[in-house]
């Protein structure tokens, strides 16, 4: 279950039109755990039938959009809902046109009514996707099912305002194409480093090569007025991408970390089914754990991190000072990868060398979390078979077999960049968010 933020509420259940003890929360805050898993709010309150329906009406429309096209007798049997209700809930979003249908599949062999199948309304809702990385800014426009209709990019400056003041312009560029939708649900914005998620605050990137912070919402909202904006780390919108977009199936997953390799290594942490942020949203910076203390220095101000030794510059400079050529363009990460591939005894070497120290800085990440899946997201995963062998090879030198057994490691699978599928999530989350049942009233 989703929550608004992308993440993912701690509801695990199938409600009935009878509502029969689904939910039920007393003066000493106590939740039935037949029906859900443990609720980590302090306020609690107990939830009318209103709620009760709103929460089988996104159960339904979740459903919907992980297995369309579905059938209604599908619905029902995953949901657990009576068929009765689920027709009720299909009329409702039909009205509504968040859903069409699209079809009818072959009747059994008893023979009966065709079943008739459903899918999310495409033009129902459009999102923008605005993702600031450390050298070019990256937006999409996407319908209702998260496909893109509209990319853009732009390459960053030295100077945050100009660069912000580029971005604007193409995200009103892509807003005169909004008409074609019944409803324009807003911007989702992905920040690289230390943010605010409020605000849209940059407190921390040094990758970025800007003074901090830096005002980012307010920018954006002086310039595009009138615009709901959502704001995020682009490492933890990587994994919202990949579960939302990615086709690894991921949606059931409890504990994932995805690590971002790119100018820097970041990473995005599931726990318990929920986004997790961590104190004034400092959680997940893995990239800046120390593998060496006798490595170079990174971009932090520390010596050895792991950003330091399997980021993508760390990657373009090893092969350089190996194959003695430069270490700028055109040689850059996706140039590299391709020789790998093609077997340039450099390039793979090179390749093998950064999956290496990737596979060290997993120890944290497994010891500390003990995540079911690790996914790895960036342009070496492109040269996947090199780099998950290698990655478990030096796993193995600091993660005993009884911890490394319980975590499977995967490549991000989504089409277009993660962190940018995320920030277009955000936006569309809100229409599958659970309702706020758990709120003081």
Not at 112 to 128: F, T
Not at 390 to 402: F, G, I, L
């Amino acid at each position: 279950m989703i929550d608004g933020q992308g993440g993912f509420k701690a509801l695990d259940m199938h409600l009935h039109e009878d509502y029969g003890g689904c939910v039920q929360t007393t003066n000493n805050a106590k939740v039935d755990r037949a029906a859900t898993k443990t609720i980590g709010f302090k306020d609690l309150r107990p939830a009318n039938h209103k709620v009760l329906r709103d929460i089988n009406e996104v159960i339904v429309l979740n459903i919907i959009r992980e297995r369309q096209p579905i059938s209604r007798i599908a619905i029902a049997e995953l949901s657990k809902l009576e068929p009765g209700t689920v027709t009720r809930i299909l009329q409702g979003f039909l009205r509504n046109s968040l859903i069409s249908e699209v079809g009818s599949g072959p009747s059994t062999p008893l023979g009966g009514r065709k079943p008739r199948y459903v899918s999310l309304n495409a033009l129902k809702q459009c999102a923008i996707g605005l993702d600031i990385g450390a050298r070019e800014t990256a937006l999409a426009l996407s319908d209702f099912n998260g496909q893109i209709h509209d990319f853009r990019r732009i390459s960053n400056t030295k100077d945050p305002g100009s660069t912000l003041t580029a971005a604007a312009a193409e995200l009103a560029s892509l807003m005169q194409r909004v008409n074609g939708y019944e409803e324009f649900g807003g911007v989702g914005v992905g920040l690289i480093g230390l943010v605010d998620s409020q605000e849209g605050i940059i407190w921390e990137g040094e990758n970025l090569g800007w003074p901090v912070p830096v005002e980012v919402g307010k920018i954006l909202r002086s310039k595009v007025p009138d615009v709901p904006f959502y704001f995020e780390n682009n490492a933890r919108l990587s994994v919202l991408g990949e579960i939302w977009f990615g086709t690894s199936r991921l949606s059931q997953v409890q504990n994932l970390v995805f690590i971002d390799v790119n100018e820097g290594v970041g990473t995005g942490v599931i726990i318990d089914g929920q986004l997790y942020r961590g104190y004034r949203n400092g959680a997940g910076e893995f990239g800046h754990v120390c593998i060496d203390p006798r490595g170079p220095k990174c971009s932090c101000g520390s010596y050895g991190c792991l950003e330091a030794f399997a980021s993508d510059v760390a990657t373009v400079e090893r092969y350089a000072q190996k194959s003695g050529g430069p270490s700028a363009p055109p040689v850059d990460m996706k140039l590299i990868v391709d020789l790998a591939n093609k077997g340039d005894a450099y390039a793979v070497a090179t390749i093998r060398e950064t999956a290496h120290y990737l596979g060290l800085g997993l120890a944290p990440i497994i010891y500390g979390l003990s995540p079911e899946k690790i996914v790895v997201g960036g342009t070496i995963t492109q040269a996947w078979p090199l780099v998950e062998e290698e990655m478990w090879k030096a796993c193995a030198e600091r993660v005993s077999e009884p911890f490394r057994k319980n975590t499977t490691l995967v490549a991000c699978s989504t089409r277009h960049k993660a962190s940018l599928l995320g920030a277009i999530s955000l936006v569309l989350a809100q229409n599958f968010a659970a309702p706020e049942i758990f709120a003081a009233p």
